[in-house]
């Protein structure tokens, strides 16, 4: 059934909204539905959850500010790394020039005082190791990852730390770059899915910089070498930012390592970068894009929730997983199993320093587009109207209790937790009193969650499909605001 | 400009140096397990450990869409999400439902060699899970509208997946013009057509013919007891029938004779895109390492030829990539490029073929051997890491090989690549008789978009 696995999920709208679609929905263009999951209830499955002891990170502060976070694992001869530097992400972008963290971040990679692009491809890929150096296009943070066998970790974080302090940025490499990079911002325009998801930004951030997903080609051609030398010297700071190693290593080991080859990161005493909430929404909009030869028509469906440390974020994670949250989610079960409209259906909580976004998607044939859409609104509309029965609501937390088992496979997945709790400044019990929390979340509060977040005059609407045949579907719904396949906005109807 | 590339030349060669002196004598820890085959046939790899309260269980039948018949392209795969829709103690979608509910995850996947299952679950739930996969083995209840549904499930997979992106049709016409055999000519997603008309009959003769023990293999891997483990599969599948072999694959395929091209219009794509697909033995073939190190040495990461010449020095590609997907039959070695904006696609063809050419001249430097042999190495630990892919590998080797010690044995085989073999698959195989190429060009939209 290959699963797929997706950042933005579906769904929602206002009452107006879902009762407009079910007046409207044609039956003939709907199959019979079928079952989508029948309980039989005779496998022999333990009612016991496995209660887990996390192992726990050591962690060290070190005298430039960097946190260290080492949790030891000797099973594999290996060792992963992943360092985040607030202040160095595309968040704080100058809001013409959407990229140049994304840039700067790349263009790390590309030579260092003393080491050529090409020697350092060599060397990463003769040693088979990884190194990457990113800048999520609305992320606050700078993120260096990097993996190897243990016995090329001295040498990796050697070139990592050559890479982080010393880069060139050499006119030749971020001409290449910025060669390349076009012809990948054309190319990423023909998915359906990144077209649907940067129209959604939009719609539910506004100007606001979570909005972004993606560089504009505009800022790549006005970016030059000193924008990126200049990037990187104010924003690449150690003072707040977080070193996280897992694997075949120590914290003595791991702390030696990196005060030898950061020697040179200094402190700056800097403040944390602010960042600022984004303006609420003012009111549910619906818009299209009209993207000719599309045989599906992609929706998604969301509105701005909740920052990572809200009180209601266990809540808004249950509710998640209740209508969203995977094949056990109320949207695939419904708009897949039962209807057959999709290949899957789902729908996700992003809840980042500033309030986030809930957002629910899928993608459907042409032609059933009005009924799909209808069944999504109708998911989010119950949520709001009806408290989750009791058993499904034990299921959905049982499923997100008991999965803490699997992380235990991953040091390094379950190192990222702590880094979680690290960077949102959560209680140093936060993950063993995690259980208890989800446990304690009931159906009342999931509705009024629902009716808070979800309700109908927040959620924004978008869909990318075939103009010919798609546009009056969503024309009963309101007036729609379209736009074309290069983001440039047509007119409304 | 001749200065600074003989500088980066000469620091490149002292890097490596200093690094062929470290690579040690590491080597992965050693995977213990137990391979036994039941009254009925069912082939059972179990391999204990207890690093993490958790274990896999990795199901494979030794069917994929090689096997189907004209007529029913992509049923394989069809048949694969049938398979979640209930059986005689297990309601439609009850499988799933209880993996995910009990905090597991769980999937299916076909390729053209095999239909495989997974799930991976906490400690204490080995009885469930191989209740599940044992009752669907036994009891798969077939009703039409399951199948309905699911068709239009996996329609919709082909339109997401391919229908509705750009280059999407690509892969498939690859398949379809250069082999013969329709056993591999064709997608294993199969065409609209063949899915429409796939019936509850086939679905039955299906299970029967392909879902026996005899055909199937499974492999656990993580936090379970060796011996009770045995004893559950026993008593959860020795019951089960065996039922006559399958009928063999005839994966004979007519010698190519010489170069096929086509050229292809996609309205959704935005940049040319060249495929060239040479056909190459099967991963039974003692140059099974060799082809897999020789797509390293073409374009396997930023320090290799194609990538290094053709995207990075000469700019007439934004990417390059080669690999020879899996297969016991005929196969291709594949390479994919997409041409920089505004560059000619024949220059790009003539500068892969010069890459290959320069490459059977010769020669190859060790480092570039190392860097094949050292990546899969690093896949090979980095996959034994979780109970799921150890799972996989043992089932996956003793299907392809017969031989699940190979997870062990991988490790020192790759010591044994060399230069030579490489040069040798190279031009014995990436000829151009023995080559087709597909140009898959953009074709303008006739609108804007908009309502």
């Known amino acids: 059934m290959r699963i797929a696995h997706r950042s933005i999920g579906i769904i929602v709208t206002t009452v107006a909204m879902a009762a407009a679609l079910s007046a409207q929905a044609p039956p003939q263009q709907t199959p019979s539905p079928t079952q989508g999951v029948v309980k039989k209830g005779k496998v022999p499955v333990s009612n016991q959850v496995l209660k887990i002891k996390l192992p726990r990170p050591a962690e060290a502060d070190l005298a430039n500010g960097l946190h260290l976070m080492v949790l030891e694992d000797h099973r594999l001869p290996q060792v992963s790394f992943q360092l985040f530097i607030p202040g160095a992400g595309g968040y704080f972008d100058p809001p013409d020039q959407p990229g140049l963290a994304a840039f700067a971040a790349a263009l790390m990679r590309e030579g260092t005082a003393t080491r050529t692009s090409e020697q350092i491809s060599e060397q990463l890929e003769l040693m088979a190791a990884s190194l990457n150096f990113g800048a999520g296009a609305a992320s606050p943070e700078a993120t260096i990852t990097g993996s190897s066998l243990s016995d090329q970790t001295a040498a990796l974080i050697d070139l990592a ?139 998604i469906v969301g509105a701005q929730a909740i920052e990572r440390t809200n009180a209601e974020y266990d809540v808004l994670q249950v509710m998640n997983k209740v209508i969203g949250g995977g094949p056990t989610g109320r949207l695939f079960i419904h708009l897949r199993e039962e209807k057959g409209y999709t290949y899957g259906a789902s729908s996700s909580l992003n809840a980042p320093q500033h309030r986030g976004e809930w957002s629910a998607s899928t993608s459907v044939r042409t032609d059933v587009t009005d009924p799909a859409l209808t069944d999504l609104l109708a998911e989010v509309g119950q949520l709001r109207d009806q408290p989750v029965p009791d058993q499904e609501l034990a299921d959905a937390k049982r499923s997100m209790i008991a999965s803490f088992a699997l992380s235990l496979e991953s040091p390094a997945q379950l190192l990222s937790l702590y880094v979680t709790q690290w960077r949102y400044k959560l209680a140093a019990d936060y993950w063993d009193r995690y259980p208890d929390r989800v446990s304690a979340v009931t159906r009342e509060q999931i509705l009024a969650s629902a009716r808070k977040y979800l309700a109908a005059n927040r959620l924004q609407i978008v869909a990318v499909g075939d103009p010919a045949k798609v546009g009056d579907t969503l024309k009963k719904l309101g007036t729609v605001e379209t736009y074309d396949t290069e983001g440039k906005r047509i007119g409304s109807r | 400009m001749a200065r600074s590339l003989i500088r980066r030349l000469a620091a490149a060669a002292v890097v490596a140096f200093a690094l062929a002196a470290s690579l040690s004598a590491l080597t992965p820890p050693s995977i213990k397990f137990t391979d036994t085959t039941l009254k009925n046939g069912l082939r059972v790899i179990i391999a204990e450990d207890h690093v993490a309260p958790v274990f896999s269980v990795a199901v494979v039948y030794n069917v994929g869409s090689r096997n189907e018949r004209t007529g ?380």
Do not use: C
């Open chain 1, 161 to 299: 730390s050559d890479v982080l302090l010393h880069p060139s940025f050499r006119q030749e490499e971020f001409a290449r770059y910025q060669q390349r990079t076009r012809a990948g911002l054309m190319q990423q325009r023909g998915n359906p899915g990144f077209l649907a998801a940067e129209l959604f930004g939009r719609a539910v951030y506004g100007e606001h910089p979570a909005a972004r997903i993606s560089p504009t080609a505009a800022a790549l051609d006005r970016t030059t070498r000193q924008h990126l030398v200049d990037f990187h010297q104010a924003h690449y700071l150690p003072d707040h930012a977080v070193m996280a190693i897992a694997g075949d290593i120590s914290l003595a080991q791991a702390r030696t390592l990196v005060e030898a080859k950061l020697a040179g990161w200094k402190k700056s005493s800097a403040t944390v970068p602010p960042v600022t909430e984004p303006v609420p929404v003012d009111g549910p909009k619906i818009y299209f894009i009209g993207r000719p030869n599309s045989v599906q028509t992609n929706l």
């Open chain 2, 72 to 451: 029913r392209t992509g049923f394989a795969h069809l048949f694969e999400h049938m398979m979640f829709k209930g059986s005689e103690n297990v309601g439609p979608g009850e499988h799933f439902f209880t993996v995910f509910s009990n905090g597991g995850t769980m999937n299916g996947t076909t390729n053209k060699e095999r239909t495989l299952y997974f799930e991976t679950m906490p400690a204490n739930q080995l009885d469930a899970a191989l209740f599940l996969e044992a009752d669907r083995m036994r009891s798969l209840v077939i009703v039409k509208d399951g199948l309905d549904n699911q068709r239009n499930a996996v329609q919709e997979e082909r339109r997401q997946g391919l229908d509705n992106q750009p280059y999407g049709r690509t892969s498939e016409a690859i398949d379809d013009l250069a082999f013969d055999n329709p056993a591999y000519k064709h997608s294993v997603i199969g065409s609209m057509e063949d899915l429409s008309a796939a019936s509850v009959d086939d679905v039955a003769a299906f299970f029967k013919t392909y879902y026996a023990p005899n055909n199937a293999i499974i492999a656990i891997a993580g936090d379970v007891n060796t011996a009770s483990t045995l004893e559950r599969m026993r008593k959860y599948f020795e019951p089960i029938p065996a039922q006559p072999p399958p009928p063999a694959v005839d994966i004979a395929e007519p010698p190519q004779g010489k170069e096929r091209r086509l050229t292809l219009e996609d309205p959704l794509a935005r940049l040319p895109r060249l495929d060239i697909s040479y056909r190459v033995p099967s991963n039974l073939s003692p140059d099974d390492d060799a082809i897999e190190t020789l797509s390293q040495v073409l374009a396997g990461g930023r320090s290799s030829r194609l990538y290094e010449d053709i995207v990075r020095q000469k700019q007439l590609a934004v990417q390059i990539n080669a690999f020879a997907p899996d297969s016991r039959g005929p196969r291709l070695f594949r390479i994919i490029a997409i041409a920089a904006p505004g560059k000619p696609i024949a220059e790009l063809e003539q500068a892969i073929y010069a890459g290959i050419e320069g490459l059977k001249a010769g020669p190859i430097a060790g480092t570039e051997i190392d860097k094949a042999r050292n990546a899969a190495r690093r896949q090979l630990v980095n996959d034994i890491g979780s109970s799921l892919s150890r799972a996989i590998r043992l089932s996956d080797y003793a299907l392809v090989h017969g031989d699940p010690g190979l997870i062990n044995t991988s490790w020192e085989r790759l010591a044994k690549i060399n230069a030579a073999d490489v040069q040798r698959v190279a031009t014995q195989h990436l000829t151009p008789e023995n080559r087709s190429v597909v140009v898959t060009t953009p074709k303008p939209a006739a609108g804007r978009g908009g309502l």
